[in-house]
């Protein structure tokens, strides 16, 4: 697994959608058709993947509603967003995204 830098931005790709089913979050990548179920906290970390939000701040979001080992976190927060990235369910950038540019500010969800 690549080192991934937590001062870079994370923002969901523009062929991503999601939805919640059953009070968990199902992810769908249009361009293969592979889905992803989210449990809660891959659901807030799904969430925070705005474009706007750098990678650091994200797992400190996600550390302050599960109020755990910060190390355990840290780690889980990084291998879940490094496996969306092998997924290319997400991009990160040393830039903020463009939530206009990329369609992010839309509500993308599937049926």
């Known amino acids: ?20 089913v059953d009070g968990e979050v199902v992810l769908l990548n249009l361009n ?19 474009g706007k939000k750098k990678i650091r701040d994200i797992v ?11 190390n355990r976190i840290n780690k889980d927060v990084l291998e879940f967003l490094g496996e969306l990235k092998r997924q290319r369910l997400v991009k990160m950038t040393p830039a903020p995204i463009s939530t206009a540019k990329r ?9």
Do not use: E
């Open 1 to 20: 697994m690549s080192k991934i830098a937590q001062d870079h931005f994370v923002g969901r790709a523009d062929y991503a959608v999601s939805k919640l």
């Open 60 to 70: 400190l979001a996600v550390s302050r509603k599960f109020p755990r080992n910060k």
């Open 32 to 50: 293969n058709g592979a889905y992803f179920s989210l449990n809660v906290a891959g659901a807030t970390v799904w969430k925070l993947c705005s």
């Open 103 to 111: 369609g992010l500010g839309q509500k993308r969800n599937f049926a």
